[in-house]
């Protein structure tokens, strides 16, 4: 295996231990009380939970109210968890989700993840005797386009609450008014594809007070466009109050902001994808937090050649050279050990046929393009990641969409998985990387995996996101 010295590979070592006795780890205490409440908050479903997490970043964010990091601070939102029954019963709760789920061409649902994902909340609103009103885009639709209507969801939604859901055929109107007044207690009224209004996306504030008439509080659960400002995720809050996060949403803000801000170290980045420009913030936020940073996919030729390596026919980016050099002279400042795979796949050509070799970084052929890790630095990632106690993975190690390059990323998912079996907080970043992890079949493995792309990496780049902007905040808990 070739040592982390070799050329291709920066291993930035922190020369003391400054770094890590400067970021003190967070005990919180167990007291019963403490410990029911973020858990409510957090909503957990799946096989993957970890309280102890929960506690830490729960009492960690609220405990630096007004002094900690503003990404942290200005998304301490209040949850429909801490809503009672009383604030709930009766009351007619307009629930904005993300149920932008794939259909085949019979209109038959492929992957139901986001619908799951939002049956918490809505099962929490109805048990308490509200009467939801959920409203959802699909697709992109130019105006009314009936092959992006939500009615080929109601079965399956309808099949996982246990209750009979209403569709309306609009999301606004005189009609949609009435079956909302018909509503009982514990009822789901599901509204049309609020994106059939180009309103929508304007945040016109007529059709957001339009959409927020029809109820008496909000509930935003729909991560996937919280990093949108449009009327149904942003606009209605001004109409409607309380405005509050739902469960999912509470549980990607206490991972992706919480988790990551104050891990449980050592902590691990693994950031992939074919280009530099699309992950420069991602990069340069993660690199101010993490311990370990290890990059793949096809931005590596970029470093690489910023090092002045050969890169064959590898995808660079010329423009971003510089700033590849600067990223890597910022992790050795930052004491933040920095891997780059030491050896690559390299193929004749992008095509899931083409011919293949396993090439040391340092010497890849002219003609030939790197199109994932290679096997010693698989190992090498593995060993670095046995060290951690948190770790985030966003974007893929390869082109694992073709089988012959697809080792590297499979080979980090299920790494993962180990880990989180043996107690590692696992968040996989959205996008490809929760692709990878369904395609592994080690999804449920993991600590957290993210319903958002591109909120997702909004969020690690350190945004605000003005659907969660626009939610009450929550009242601090004393700790």
Same mark, same amino acid.
């Given at each position: 295996?070739?040592?982390?010295?070799?050329?291709?590979?920066?291993?930035?070592?922190?020369?003391?231990?400054?770094?890590?006795?400067?970021?003190?780890?967070?005990?919180?205490?167990?007291?019963?009380?403490?410990?029911?409440?973020?858990?409510?908050?957090?909503?957990?479903?799946?096989?993957?939970?970890?309280?102890?997490?929960?506690?830490?970043?729960?009492?960690?964010?609220?405990?630096?109210?007004?002094?900690?990091?503003?990404?942290?601070?200005?998304?301490?939102?209040?949850?429909?968890?801490?809503?009672?029954?009383?604030?709930?019963?009766?009351?007619?709760?307009?629930?904005?989700?993300?149920?932008?789920?794939?259909?085949?061409?019979?209109?038959?649902?492929?992957?139901?993840?986001?619908?799951?994902?939002?049956?918490?909340?809505?099962?929490?609103?109805?048990?308490?005797?509200?009467?939801?009103?959920?409203?959802?885009?699909?697709?992109?639709?130019?105006?009314?386009?009936?092959?992006?209507?939500?009615?080929?969801?109601?079965?399956?939604?309808?099949?996982?609450?246990?209750?009979?859901?209403?569709?309306?055929?609009?999301?606004?109107?005189?009609?949609?008014?009435?079956?909302?007044?018909?509503?009982?207690?514990?009822?789901?009224?599901?509204?049309?594809?609020?994106?059939?209004?180009?309103?929508?996306?304007?945040?016109?504030?007529?059709?957001?007070?339009?959409?927020?008439?029809?109820?008496?509080?909000?509930?935003?659960?729909?991560?996937?466009?919280?990093?949108?400002?449009?009327?149904?995720?942003?606009?209605?809050?001004?109409?409607?109050?309380?405005?509050?996060?739902?469960?999912?949403?509470?549980?990607?803000?206490?991972?992706?902001?919480?988790?990551?801000?104050?891990?449980?170290?050592?902590?691990?980045?693994?950031?992939?994808?074919?280009?530099?420009?699309?992950?420069?913030?991602?990069?340069?936020?993660?690199?101010?937090?993490?311990?370990?940073?290890?990059?793949?996919?096809?931005?590596?030729?970029?470093?690489?050649?910023?090092?002045?390596?050969?890169?064959?026919?590898?995808?660079?980016?010329?423009?971003?050279?510089?700033? &590849?050099?600067?990223? %890597?002279?910022?992790? /050795?400042? $930052?004491?933040?050990? #920095?891997? *780059?795979?030491?050896? @690559?796949? +390299?193929?004749?050509?992008?095509?899931?046929?083409?011919?293949?070799?396993?090439?040391?970084?340092?010497?890849?052929?002219?003609?030939?393009?790197?199109?994932?890790?290679?096997?010693?630095?698989?190992?090498?990632?593995?060993?670095?990641?046995?060290?951690?106690?948190?770790?985030?993975?966003?974007?893929?190690?390869?082109?694992?969409?073709?089988?012959?390059?697809?080792?590297?990323?499979?080979?980090?998912?299920?790494?993962?998985?180990?880990?989180?079996?043996?107690?590692?907080?696992?968040?996989?970043?959205?996008?490809?990387?929760?692709?990878?992890?369904?395609?592994?079949?080690?999804?449920?493995?993991?600590?957290?995996?993210?319903?958002?792309?591109? &909120?997702?990496?909004? %969020?690690?780049?350190? /945004?605000? $996101?003005?659907?969660? #902007?626009? *939610?009450?905040?929550? @009242?601090? +808990?004393?700790?």
């Amino acid at each position: 295996m070739a040592s982390a010295a070799t050329p291709g590979s920066l291993s930035f070592l922190p020369t003391t231990s400054s770094r890590t006795t400067s970021r003190n780890r967070y005990t919180p205490s167990l007291s019963t009380a403490f410990l029911r409440t973020p858990l409510r908050r957090l909503g957990f479903s799946s096989v993957a939970i970890d309280p102890l997490l929960s506690l830490h970043v729960a009492a960690k964010t609220r405990s630096i109210q007004g002094k900690g990091v503003k990404g942290v601070v200005s998304m301490v939102k209040k949850s429909v968890g801490d809503l009672t029954a009383s604030d709930l019963k009766g009351k007619k709760v307009f629930v904005r989700a993300d149920l932008n789920v794939p259909l085949d061409d019979n209109q038959n649902i492929t992957d139901d993840t986001r619908i799951r994902a939002a049956i918490p909340t809505i099962k929490h609103l109805i048990s308490n005797g509200a009467k939801v009103i959920l409203s959802s885009h699909l697709g992109r639709p130019k105006g009314v386009t009936p092959k992006f209507s939500l009615t080929p969801l109601v079965p399956r939604i309808s099949e996982l609450l246990g209750i009979k859901v209403e569709k309306a055929d609009d999301c606004i109107g005189p009609d949609v008014e009435k079956l909302v007044a018909a509503l009982p207690e514990g009822g789901v009224l599901l509204l049309e594809n609020v994106r059939f209004y180009k309103e929508e996306e304007k945040n016109d504030p007529e059709f957001a007070q339009k959409l927020a008439s029809l109820a008496d509080l909000y509930v935003n659960d729909a991560f996937g466009t919280a990093h949108r400002a449009h009327a149904s995720t942003e606009g209605v809050t001004k109409f409607l109050k309380p405005s509050v996060a739902g469960f999912l949403l509470q549980k990607e803000l206490d991972y992706l902001v919480g988790a990551v801000s104050n891990p449980k170290r050592p902590f691990a980045a693994i950031v992939g994808g074919s280009k530099v420009s699309s992950k420069i913030g991602v990069i340069e936020s993660l690199l101010a937090k993490c311990d370990i940073l290890l990059l793949g996919g096809g931005m590596i030729f970029t470093f690489y050649k910023a090092q002045g390596l050969s890169v064959g026919s590898s995808l660079v980016e010329e423009d971003k050279i510089e700033l &590849a050099t600067s990223l %890597l002279e910022k992790a /050795k400042a $930052l004491g933040v050990s #920095l891997l *780059l795979p030491t050896d @690559v796949v +390299v193929a004749d050509k992008f095509a899931p046929d083409a011919n293949t070799q396993i090439v040391p970084a340092s010497a890849i052929p002219d003609g030939w393009m790197g199109l994932d890790i290679g096997p010693d630095s698989i190992k090498t990632f593995n060993a670095a990641l046995d060290t951690t106690k948190t770790v985030i993975w966003n974007g893929p190690m390869g082109v694992f969409e073709f089988e012959k390059f697809a080792a590297g990323t499979e080979a980090v998912a299920n790494k993962l998985a180990e880990l989180s079996g043996k107690g590692v907080t696992t968040i996989i970043g959205g996008g490809d990387s929760v692709a990878a992890v369904e395609k592994v079949g080690v999804a449920e493995l993991m600590s957290h995996i993210s319903t958002g792309g591109g &909120a997702s990496l909004e %969020l690690l780049e350190g /945004k605000q $996101l003005p659907g969660v #902007l626009a *939610l009450d905040e929550a @009242v601090p +808990v004393p700790v």
